[in-house]
DNA sequence: TGGATGACCAAATTTCAAATCTGGTCATCC
DNA sequence: GGATGACCAGATTTGAAATTTGGTCATCCA
């Protein structure tokens, strides 16, 4: 029994999709998911507008492809790092470095933020799939902490959902951005030390493992990464 | 020289003041500020609407005295709290405060949160003084890390300034409520609990005061607070 | 006579329907 | 049989009229 592709997806050129692909991500930073139109999409890709439908069934879920492969390549560079660096593994780092990512790339940022402009297409289920970043993101986290706990570098003695809460919130709340002090404007990468350190303080065990624990760690870290990309494939 | 009060407000009476604020209270709370109008408040303090503007000069300046009593109000609870017992002028435990009250009254919760919906009336100078969140929180919250810093509760060796924004970054983080998490939904006590562990481990320093450096901590910190409420004073 | 009042005004906001736009379809074309 | 763009219904925007509301002040008593 042979994959029948055409039945589910009639005959359509990989390369087209990343023609419209490209031109909606551009069109996404340059004017925000609402203004986007999927008319201004296919005259960018130099094509038909119906042929926009003949790859994704709503703009949505165009979006949400887009949005999805973004995330994939961001924890396919994170993962790099980690395999680069076991000591990136560990929550203080693992934290700062979404931090710092979400604060670089503009479609990520607009996810974490919540950006109902640009956000529209991932509130929704695409294709039956959970939305991206609830269940991706939360999932994803949920099992770091489980990891980290397994290793020691988290106490067990205090409630998983207490520590996934902290990691949330102090997240969220760096990303804000705090209140803005008056004064002074950290940058992105002090902040982001700041938040590696926070976290670090709050919730790491004193327990400062050796070279070989530090790579079972990062094993660890780098499946649960591993499986958060696999769902965001197409 | 007599103090001639007559020249800058003419005469009013203190106790119908009392019956507007009440008023402007009752409706802010049930219809949020945009909603008021001056006439309802007018007409549920039974007055007339001009006499409102004997009183203060703009709707605004009403709101704003309004939430300046409320904050005064709530820097005193805590200021008796902290006499009560010393140990509630540590960093986590002032912070968990902070979060516990703007929690529970809906009226600072709303200044907060940013809720511009009542806000309105914060985001100007109230007849030449600051605004009052940013520049009364902020101050107060400058003065605190630096008696905390004074006292050796907190690292003299960081910036006071990332002191101050990490604290106002996860105490934003917290009230924004993370991204709630989809499972268990931690009430408020829980997550001013782990707020006030967070900002004890991240910023705290493990020197364990005496009774009496808690009491002269307790001092400074009581009148870092007396400070922020004078200004709140009309 | 000076504090209290509410009719009054300009500016802001809301309404609401017409005009426009846009996601998605499908008959037609190549 | 894949590609296309005219076409449609529903959503959004527009804009002007209608309404609301913050703030004023001439008038009114106590």
Known sequence: MTLDRSAAAPQTDPARAERILAAARELLLAWGYKRVTVDEIARRARIGKGTVYLHWKTKQLLFAELLRR??????GAFAAEITDDPAAALPGRVVREIFLQQTRNPVTRAIHAGDSEILGALAVTSAGRPVIRELGFHTLLARLVEVWRAHGLMAV?????????????????FITGGLAVPGEDLGPDRRADLLGRTIKAALETSATPDEAALRAVARDVLAALGAARDVLVT
């Open 70 to 75: 973004e995330l994939h390549e961001e924890l």
């Open 157 to 173: 003695t205090v409630p998983a959902a207490d520590q996934i809460y902290t990691i949330d919130a102090v997240l969220t709340g």
